[in-house]
């Protein structure tokens, strides 16, 4: 079946712009994450879904990043006002969520580039 | 604060050769180990995992050592191959919570011909 999949792959943007993330789940899966990845800096924790909700928001660096998930799928991370250091690969990833099933499952990811 | 400490950032063997990576946790909370295997340009994907119960598994040129009384644990690889190439982060989770993942800063292996 189909993974993860997130878009766009790549997006270069101006400081002071704002974007949108996308990350696609596998079907089924009612747990979602997002996650930074900056270089030696591991991978960063931002939010957690359980179906629709954010019941962990803890890991998001400032108010300008925003994240939402409708009908339980398609989530979109929002980062409004862009600087040069949010530039990164953001992940996505999704389990069952139904039990005890720690494996997270990725998508790609997007690279975003603030120039 | 670093809940899952990992070393070294990067590290460089020959073929053949048997790379270790070390990670150290806090949380005695943590009841489930995973490694993940990132290659360029991908996501992570789940490589090998272990339970507290346990001090080493085994899957195929991979073994996760545990030590529960030093909360430390470690990846091995053996007979490394230049595939092998990857970035390796070591995690831990607790079962009592929603499943979240804390993941050390990752391992950037490269095993030369």
């Known amino acids: 079946g189909a993974g993860v999949s997130q878009s766009p792959s790549n997006k270069v943007t101006e400081k002071g712009k704002d974007v949108e993330l996308r990350c696609d789940p596998i079907s089924g899966h009612t747990a979602l994450y997002w996650y930074r990845q900056s270089l030696g800096q591991g991978l960063e924790f931002l939010i957690y879904?359980?179906?629709?909700?954010?019941p962990d928001k803890s890991g998001l660096p400032s108010d300008r990043f925003s994240a939402e998930r409708t009908g339980g799928s398609v989530s979109t991370l929002t980062i409004q006002r862009t600087q040069q250091e949010d530039s990164a690969v953001y992940l996505c990833?999704?389990?069952w969520g139904g039990g005890p099933s720690y494996e997270q499952y990725f998508g790609p990811g997007t690279r975003l580039t603030v120039t | 604060q670093q809940q899952v400490k990992q070393s070294p950032q990067s590290l460089i063997v020959q073929k053949g050769g048997i790379p270790i990576i070390n990670c150290a946790y806090e949380?005695?909370?943590?009841?489930?180990f995973p490694w993940y295997q990132q290659f360029p340009g991908k996501g992570p994907a789940l490589l090998i995992a272990i339970r507290p119960d346990v001090s080493e598994k085994k899957e195929g040129r991979f073994t996760i050592s545990f030590n529960k009384s030093a909360k430390q644990f470690s990846l091995h690889i053996m007979d490394s191959q230049p595939g092998d190439s990857a970035t390796y982060f070591c995690a831990a989770s607790n079962s009592g919570g929603y499943q979240k993942v804390t993941f050390g800063i990752g391992t950037k292996l490269q095993v030369i011909p």
């Open positions: 949380n005695t909370a943590f009841d489930y």
């Open positions: 990833a999704s389990t």
């Open positions: 879904f359980q179906g629709n909700s954010a």
